[in-house]
Each structure stands twice: as C-alpha cells, then as structure tokens.
C-alpha cells in the first residue's frame, strides 16, 4: 500500500466537511433533527463526527508511528509527542479565547479575561487523545495497547456509576472539572457548567483512536482480502457490542460512554474499509473524492479557520441583528424557510472554507503540526 491513503484524506475530508457545516447552523433553535447532537442518551448522524475525527488522527499515526519506532529514539519520540500534544491544546484554548477582546457599551474594546475562559475543548480533547494514544502505541505493542484500552473502557463504566450516576448534574465528570477547572472555565451551553470535552470523558475517547491506528496498521501488515474482512467483523462485532452495552451503559456522546465508543469506533472501522476498497483497491473513477481531499488534506486548520470566521462574526457587532453571524443570516438566508435557510447558511460557510483548503491544495501549502 501507498504511505499516503486517498481513503483516509476522504475520510478526513467528509468528517471535518460535516463537522463544520453542523457548528454553523444559521438558527440552533430551526435545524434538521440529524444535524442536532443527541440530547442525553441516543445517538444520531452528528454525533459520529467528533469520535471520526479521533480515528482519522489514529489511522494516521499508524503510518508515522512505526517510522519513529525504527528510526527515531524513544526520547526524541516522546518529546514529538509532547510538543504536538502542547501545540494543539494551545492551539484550542486560543481558539476559544479568540478574539481575545469584547465590545463594552460604550463602544470600546477590553480585553476578555483568561479567568472566563474555556480550558476544554475539541482540539484540546483531540490533543490529549492524541497525546496518551501515541504514547502508548509509541511505548508497547498493539495487542497489549487493545487490552489496555478495554481495561479503560470497563474501569470508566464503574467509575461513573460508582462514584455518581449518568445525569447531567450527578455524574462524576462534572464534579472533577468543577474542582479542578472551577465553574468559569467550564462550558455552560447545557444550562450549568458541565464541559461535555470534559477531563475524565477524555479518556475513554482513547478506544477511537486505537481503532483507527489498529484499522490502517493490520492493513499495512497484511493487505490480502482475508485481512480485509476480517477487519470488516470487527467493526460489526463493535456495533453489535454496543447496541447490547447500552442497556447497561446508555450510548451517550456528551459523557462519552463506553458503549459510544464501541458503536462509533464500529462505524468508523466500516467507513474506512468501505472508503478502501472504493478509493485504493477499485479500478472505478474516483473523480468524486476530490471533493473531500482538500479538506483532508488540511483538516486542522480548515477546522480552526472555520472556528475563528464565525467567531468573527458572532464577535462583530450588528446593530439591527445584534451580530454579523445573525445579519447574515436574517438577510442572506431566511428567505429560504426557517430550516432550509438555517441548513444553507452552514452549507454556504463550509462552502467557504472548502475553497479555502482547495487553494491550499492547489498551491501545495500543507500545515503539520
């Protein structure tokens, strides 16, 4: 197999492509039920998003890895990992903090204090995911990477069920981060400060980033059909598993149960295979991929980009529609219907940035961290 997989950037490409048309929705409270993350417990399309971003960073650690482990010290690799872990979690706290300053009312700018800003995130999750799953996979073999990953997801269902329940109020994660972060460095989008990218939910988020790495690493080590299908049961098996651990241990992605990451490590095993066999084994025209490379090809920073343009305009004031975010929608898009014009103002923003990352393709201009 090639060390470039076009079935990963596809897969990057349509993960950070729909990741962002469901952060711009035009209205929150007018959007398509499938766009919406589940309320509590269940699961829908939107709510696969965050852990495929996760088993896209595993598949490709898979290729980088094992190039460290034969040409590389174990200092030198563990500094890699450290500075990368560091980089992006600054990266996402700066995200959030952005634009560093707040309009007061009389017109003039001061600057937003650190002490209410957000600590946890999506790019800092990403970046402890990344951090602990490299490390480990960097430090000890896959097959006793997978037992300690099960061991994670076991030991996390009796420390929440143990220690509180599974509500938004009780559970267990929420008081760790209300000790260790304080109430005004949490997110309050859930009505009380709970951090849904929370410190203990990260760990679990491990199991997805081992079932990329483990996806893309048996594919390298052995690329016959037997392979193949056997990787296949497994992403099934997963799903299975999931749907029976969910009686106990509800499918939940803003507690990031066990069970969800059973049932999203599965689809995400199954998209992979299925994107492989389409892209790097069918002698088909694979002239459609293109439409996702761009993206995948720089999924950070058209992520971040995306970020950072809406905080602009949710930032720069609108007299009429309090701000630019709700202009541009009241007047570009409403007149579509309250869905439809909704749908087509996140359509139209990752219409945007998708050109950005296809002139960033174009010009070869590919941002590693």
């Given at each position: 197999m090639k060390n470039r997989l076009l079935s990963l950037d596809v897969f990057r490409g349509m993960t950070v492509f729909f990741m962002i048309i469901v952060n711009s929705t035009g209205n929150w409270s007018k959007t398509y039920a499938p766009l919406l993350h589940a309320k509590w417990h269940g699961f829908t399309p939107t709510d696969f998003v965050f852990p495929a971003f996760l088993i896209?960073?595993?598949?490709?650690?898979?290729i980088v890895l094992p190039k460290w482990k034969a040409t590389l010290k174990p200092v030198e690799a563990y500094r890699k990992i450290l500075l990368r872990t560091i980089i992006i979690f600054v990266l996402g706290f700066l995200m959030y903090w952005f634009p560093f300053c707040s309009w007061q009312t009389d017109g003039s700018l001061q600057l937003r204090p650190i002490a209410d800003t957000r600590i946890m995130g999506v790019l800092q999750r990403i970046a402890l995911a990344y951090?602990?799953?490299?490390?480990?996979?960097?430090?000890?073999?896959l097959s006793s990477v997978i037992k300690m990953t099960m061991a994670i997801l076991v030991g996390y269902w009796f420390i929440l069920i143990g220690f509180g329940d599974l509500t938004l109020e009780g559970n267990v994660g929420r008081l760790i981060d209300l000790a260790i972060f304080g109430e005004a460095h949490l997110y309050k989008g859930e009505g009380i400060a709970f951090d849904p990218e929370g410190l203990l939910s990260t760990l679990p988020c491990i199991g997805n980033v081992v079932a990329g790495y483990m996806t893309v690493f048996y594919l390298r080590s052995d690329d016959s059909y037997a392979r193949k299908f056997k990787i296949l049961l497994v992403g099934a098996a997963l799903i299975g598993l999931a749907g029976l651990w969910h009686y106990g241990f509800p499918i939940n992605k803003k507690l990031w149960t066990s069970s969800y990451v059973l049932l999203t490590s599965g689809i995400g095993i199954s998209m992979l295979m299925a994107l492989h066999y389409l892209l790097d084994l069918s002698k088909e025209s694979k002239y459609w991929a293109s439409i996702f490379t761009p993206m995948g090809k720089n999924p950070l920073i058209i992520y971040i980009v995306s970020q950072l343009g809406l905080s602009l305009l949710y930032w720069w004031p609108s007299t009429e529609h309090g701000n630019?975010?709700?202009?541009?929608?009241?007047?570009?898009?409403?007149?579509?219907?309250?869905?439809?014009?909704?749908?087509?103002?996140?359509?139209?923003?990752?219409?945007?940035?998708?050109?950005i990352a296809l002139l960033m393709d174009k010009k070869k201009w590919y941002v590693r961290v």
């Open positions: 896209a960073v595993g598949a490709a650690m898979a951090g602990l799953s490299a490390f480990l996979l960097y430090s000890f073999s630019s975010y709700n202009a541009v929608y009241q007047q570009g898009f409403k007149w579509a219907g309250e869905y439809l014009g909704s749908f087509l103002f996140a359509f139209s923003w990752t219409m945007v940035c998708w050109s």
